[in-house]
């Protein structure tokens, strides 16, 4: 499933402002136009990712979680 397939109304671009690392979930926050959204993800999603403060990324928001893919 491409970017593009989801609804435009869960997604929200942005950019990271902090990452809080544990030993398996990390805390990512990032600020959108609409202020700040904040994911729980593995630690070792944020380490594949490449994750970093002030990355570009888009949150995917669903029900119950919020997710993060990189812009290229």
């Known amino acids: 499933m491409s970017i593009q397939s989801l609804n435009v109304r869960n997604q929200f671009k942005g950019v990271i402002k ?16 609409s202020g700040i959204v904040t994911s729980v993800i593995t630690t070792r999603s944020v380490r594949e990712l490449q994750l970093k403060v002030g990355s570009p990324v888009i949150a995917f928001v669903k029900s119950t979680e919020v997710s993060i893919a990189t812009l290229a």
């Open 18 to 33: 902090e990452i809080l690392e544990g030993p398996v979930l990390s805390e990512v926050d990032v600020e959108t136009a």
